[in-house]
Nanobody, 129 residues
Framework: QLQAFGGGLVQPGGSLKLSCAAP????????VGWFRQAPGKEREGVSG????????YYVDAVKGRFTISRDNAKNTVYLQTNSLKPEDTAVYFC????????????????????????WGQGTHVTVSS
């Protein structure tokens, strides 16, 4: 079962490090995507990483501010969020899928949740002064 945590309340310009733990899975078998859903909006893909970490994806809105990484020994994927803006306020979800989750995201510039197989519960990120 996936577990996303690390959210919270932060001021604009602040940072949070989100974590996605997957204790029931073998890290080298799956890619991970981060998605978010803001109030009243559809869920959108934010970032993703392949099982080995050789490929990553970022939606344009977070490029240069967010960094995705993984520690396969800990079966955990991280999303470091910096320079947070009020528009980053959302519930953040992690999901796992195959390598195509990332290769298609890079090709289409869109992290497509149809390539995801399992989802974790979300963690709330609120950016407000």
């Amino acid at each position: 079962q996936l577990q996303a945590f690390g959210g919270g309340l932060v001021q604009p310009g602040g940072s949070l490090k989100l974590s996605c733990a997957a204790p029931g899975f073998t890290a080298t078998d799956y890619a991970v995507g981060w998605f978010r859903q803001a109030p009243g909006k559809e869920r959108e893909g934010v970032s993703g990483i392949t099982s080995s970490g050789d490929l990553t994806y970022y939606v344009d809105a977070v490029k240069g501010r967010f960094t995705i990484s993984r520690d396969n020994a800990k079966n955990t994927v991280y999303l470091q969020t910096n320079s947070l803006k009020p528009e980053d306020t959302a519930v953040y979800f992690c999901a796992i899928g195959g390598r195509m989750l990332i290769t298609m995201a890079r090709a289409m510039n869109d992290l497509d949740e149809t390539y995801c197989d399992y989802w974790g519960q979300g963690t709330h990120v609120t950016v407000s002064s």
